[in-house]
């Protein structure tokens, strides 16, 4: 059976991309991925993900990251929510898989509620393909099935690479782009302090973001 597990890096940050991870592989190979130590992404050093990815390519049938900008996340947040945005995602890397079974890492605080949308979302372009597709759609998926846990692992070193792109691009270091981060708060002060805007790069549709507008307008 073909199986898949999809999971997202960046839907938090304030700066950079959001990146959506999908893995397909046939299910026989799912020991596999547990004995080359892929785990959630979040404890595994940043140094040994890039080759978890790599082993993890060699391993799947496909693999495909969907990258959605700082910018367009901000287009479809006028037209829908973070969740919205989280199926259509998802949606998408399906679209690119077509597994029998799909593990996907919750993006709802209910998981039902976010895999049934999952399936009807994906249906509306693949009818055939839906009617034969089950969704296990979890919180922390990512720790509890292998297959999530690849798909968590390639996302995050795909994001990883682009942020650091975008740290080249621009000659700045804005930390780690998560609005708890005071690197990253500094950053957007002071960028919006010489520019009186923000880059593309950056959430402006985020909470962060409004404020440090705000409070340099005020």
């Avoid at 999908?22 to 799912?30: H, I």
């Avoid at 009807?120 to 509890?144: F, M, N, Q, V």
């Avoid at 996302?155 to 780690?176: C, H, N, T």
Wanted: some cysteine; aromatic content about 8%; proline content about 5%.
């Amino acid at each position: 059976m073909k199986i898949a597990g999809i999971d997202e890096a960046g839907k938090g940050p304030v700066i950079g991309p959001m990146c959506v991870g999908g893995v397909l592989l046939d299910e026989a190979k799912t020991n596999t991925l547990k004995n080359l130590g892929v785990a959630d992404s979040k404890k595994i050093s940043p140094k040994k993900r890039p080759q978890l990815a790599g082993q993890i390519e060699k391993y799947s049938e496909k693999i495909f990251v969907l990258e959605i900008s700082a910018s367009q996340i901000d287009e479809l947040r006028k037209l829908m929510s973070m969740n919205d945005i989280m199926v259509v995602a998802f949606s998408k890397v399906l679209g690119q898989l077509h597994p029998e079974k799909a593990y996907v890492d919750a993006a709802d605080v209910n998981e039902e509620r976010f895999g049934k949308r999952l399936l009807e979302e994906y249906g509306k372009s693949y009818p055939e393909k839906a009617a034969e597709l089950s969704i296990i759609s979890k919180h922390r998926a990512d720790a509890t099935y292998p297959v999530v846990s690849a798909a968590s692992i390639v996302a995050k070193v795909r994001r990883d690479a682009l942020i650091e792109e975008l740290k080249e691009d621009f000659g700045v270091d804005f930390g780690s782009g998560y609005p708890s981060d005071p690197k990253t708060k500094q950053f957007l002060a002071d960028w919006y302090k010489e520019h009186r805007e923000l880059p593309d790069f950056v959430r402006h549709s985020w909470k962060t973001a409004e404020n440090v507008m705000k409070q340099e307008n005020e």
